[in-house]
């Protein structure tokens, strides 16, 4: 089976689903193909070249982050499902894979299906428990964290620790994948990708209450939604052993490259067969 995997090409979600994933199924990874010549089975990743031509072959449309952005990041649910829906009517894929499966019950979608979590970044392994915390990080978007930076930053210096964002996630002791304000596709059809870099690097993870991170969890995880709640949990976090034991079971929980790729190229060949 001939793979071809192609995308606009230009985000993080293409990085990891279009580039690492496609070459890990062993398919053929074209950013911004026009020519779908010679592949059995197209995959196209997030939002869609208008350029590219399809000559009639099968084709399953990855749908991670696919909504218009930022526009789309504070719809409320009515709108946000109308564009999905409208969405997939228009493009009429041969199969879909969904990030979450609150996304695929949004969809109202009934073809042939995969919901299929964000690997783990492959370069990252499991950190070593330090006796007490030092760093609290966040890896991603700082627009995205929003309000949550100034409160991080309070509260980490109110301890005696530091808030990282952007720099190591592996020298960090906590790690953090939360989000500011957002509408409803954020909250619900956003994947797991930050928490699957946490699991492999067997960090505590506090998060947002979204569908993608409680969907994959490990059962280690701390979920806030206010201020509070995150003073609760950086209290939590303080203690060695309750690191250690989230360490072990986000660990056990990580999803790997192998593994979803192994679980990706065997549901292609079942729906292309």
């Known amino acids: 089976m001939q793979i071809l995997v192609t995308g606009r090409g230009s985000s993080g979600s293409w990085k990891v689903r279009g580039v690492q994933l496609g070459a890990a199924i062993g398919a053929r990874v074209v950013p911004r193909c026009t020519d779908t010549r010679g592949a059995d089975v197209v995959v196209w990743v997030k939002r869609f070249v208008q350029a ?5 072959r099968r084709w399953a449309w990855d749908i991670v982050d ?3 952005q930022p526009e789309g990041n504070v719809w409320e649910k009515d709108r946000a499902v109308a564009w999905l829906r409208e969405e997939l009517d228009r493009r009429a894929p041969g199969a879909v894979v969904f990030p979450t ?3 695929l019950a949004d969809s109202g979608w009934t073809g042939p299906t995969l919901v299929l979590p964000h690997h783990a970044w492959p370069l990252y392994r499991p950190v070593q428990v330090r006796d007490r915390v030092r760093v609290v990080g966040y890896e991603g978007s700082l627009t995205n964290l929003g309000e949550w930076r100034a409160v991080l930053e309070r509260a980490c210096a109110a301890r005696g620790w530091r808030f990282s964002a952007n720099e190591d996630l592996a020298k960090c002791d906590v790690g953090i ?3 500011g304000r957002a509408g409803y596709a954020p909250r619900h059809w956003k994947s797991n990708v930050k928490l699957a870099n946490l699991q492999a690097l067997g960090l505590p993870a506090i998060c947002s209450p979204e569908c993608g991170y409680m969907e994959f969890a490990s059962g280690a ?3 806030v939604d206010s201020e509070q709640e995150l003073a609760e949990a950086l209290d939590r976090c303080a203690s060695f052993e309750f690191r250690a034991r989230a360490a072990a079971r986000m660990r056990a929980a990580v999803p790997t490259l192998a593994q979803v790729a ?3 190229r065997a549901w292609l ?3 292309s067969s």
Request: charged content about 20%; glycine content about 8%.
């Open 52 to 56: 590219a031509r399809l000559n009639g």
């Open 262 to 264: 192994e679980r990706y």
């Open 269 to 271: 060949g079942q729906w």
């Open 101 to 103: 499966s609150t996304m």
């Open 66 to 68: 696919a909504w218009p």
């Open 221 to 223: 995880e701390l979920y």
């Open 177 to 179: 994948a939360l989000r």
